[in-house]
């Protein structure tokens, strides 16, 4: 069964990195017919897409983000990584890692969710 | 983008009931939908893949329906691990979004 896993610091400083690592079990993060991904939920609010990764290192990421987004994959740890630059209160939210079906593009199974706050 | 509007943004409901949840593309989309549950603090799971095909171990009172701009995601008899939130997400376009969310509370 796979297992995915988030894990960072439950806080960041305004203009400063939100580092985020999810780890995943049970397949292997090399598998051609799966992307890996990142999303978020603000408090009280709904779903955004951040992007995803392929094992070959290819991306996607949402326009909203491009500009101060890295995601990046660890083939060697079965890990892959979120990093949002310069990031303010609205970046405070729930962030989620997903596995990407790399066919019709749902996400299943998602991680447990990293809470993260931004603030001084 | 292509933006997801789900409807109602709520309803209330008692167990057994039949409730209907939509969601319409701004543009059409095929079948490239998929929903998800979100029950209070927990993460999203999939319900429905590719507008109408249930995942193994989603029960059969779950179904959704439709194609280009409008879907449908039916619960026949509502249970209690059913009050959730319910999501609409699309992958027709390379830059996938959600729709807003529907809730479905206990009257």
């Known amino acids: 069964q796979v297992h995915l896993q988030e894990s960072g610091p439950g806080l960041a400083k305004p203009s400063e990195t939100l580092s985020l690592i999810c780890s995943v079990s049970g397949d292997s993060i090399s598998s051609d017919s799966d992307y890996w991904s990142w999303i978020r939920q603000p408090p009280g609010k709904g779903l955004e897409w951040i992007g995803y990764?392929?094992?070959?290192?290819?991306?996607n990421y949402n326009p909203s983000f491009k500009s101060r987004l890295t995601i990046s994959v660890d083939t060697s740890k079965n890990q892959f990584s979120l990093k949002l630059r310069s990031v303010t209160a609205a970046d405070t939210a729930v962030y989620y890692c997903?596995?990407?079906?790399?066919?019709?593009?749902?996400?299943?199974?998602w991680g447990q969710g990293s809470r993260v706050t931004v603030s001084s | 983008d292509i933006q997801m509007t789900q409807s109602p943004s709520s309803l209330s409901a008692s167990v057994g009931d039949r409730v209907n949840i939509s969601c319409r593309a701004s543009?059409?989309?095929?079948?490239?939908l998929n929903w998800y549950r979100q029950r209070a603090g927990k993460a999203p799971e999939l319900l429905i893949y590719a507008a109408s095909s249930l995942p193994s171990g989603v029960p059969s009172r779950v179904s959704g329906s439709g194609s280009g701009t409008d879907f449908s995601l039916t619960i026949s008899s509502l249970q209690p691990e059913d009050f959730a939130t319910y999501f609409c997400?699309?992958?027709?376009?390379?830059?996938?979004?959600f729709g807003g969310g529907t809730k479905v509370e206990i009257k």
């Open positions: 997400q699309q992958s027709f376009s390379s830059s996938l979004t």
């Open positions: 990764i392929h094992h070959s290192g290819s991306t």
């Open positions: 997903a596995r990407v079906d790399a066919a019709i593009f749902w996400f299943d199974p």
């Open positions: 543009q059409s989309i095929s079948n490239y």
